[in-house]
């Protein structure tokens, strides 16, 4: 009698995942970050965005219609702001994942293979 291969085959296991956004999801823009690694031995990240600082007031004078006319002084801080938009805590795993997947996605970019766009 020939022995069905079939048989000895393992069935393929799969999952499925599904993605839902919470009610504080929110996307936002980051140019960089900075952090550390926790005494239990994780890795801590602050992302943030950089601006310059808003004005605390502006004072512009009114043109003779009553329009308002140019301005003629702001009190600001100098220099650059960076606002932390969140902090995240990754096991060393994730953070290899996180790491391969950018990798992928920067050698993609810098191919210019990408998805529906010519060369």
Request: avoid cysteine; proline fraction near 4%; charge should be positive.
């Given at each position: 009698?020939?022995?069905?291969?079939k048989?000895?085959e393992?069935?393929k296991q799969?999952i499925e995942f599904?993605?839902?956004?919470?009610?504080?999801?929110?996307?936002f823009?980051?140019?960089?970050?900075f952090?550390?690694?926790t005494?239990?031995?994780?890795?801590?990240?602050e992302?943030?965005?950089?601006?310059?600082p808003?004005?605390?007031?502006?004072?512009?004078?009114?043109?003779?219609?009553?329009?308002?006319?140019?301005e003629?002084?702001?009190q600001?801080?100098?220099?650059?702001?960076?606002e932390?938009e969140?902090?995240i805590i990754?096991?060393?795993?994730?953070?290899?994942?996180i790491?391969?997947?950018?990798?992928?996605?920067?050698d993609?970019?810098k191919?210019h293979s990408l998805?529906?766009?010519?060369?």
């Open positions: 009698m020939q022995k069905n291969s048989i000895s393992k069935p799969e599904h993605y839902l956004k919470t009610n504080n999801y929110r996307s823009h980051v140019d960089g970050a952090g550390g690694v005494p239990r031995g994780n890795i801590y990240m992302l943030f965005l950089e601006r310059a808003i004005p605390q007031s502006v004072i512009h004078e009114f043109n003779e219609d009553g329009a308002l006319g140019k003629i002084s702001r600001s801080e100098t220099g650059v702001i960076r932390i969140a902090g990754l096991d060393l795993a994730t953070a290899e994942s790491r391969n997947w950018l990798t992928e996605k920067i993609l970019l191919s998805p529906g766009k010519d060369k």
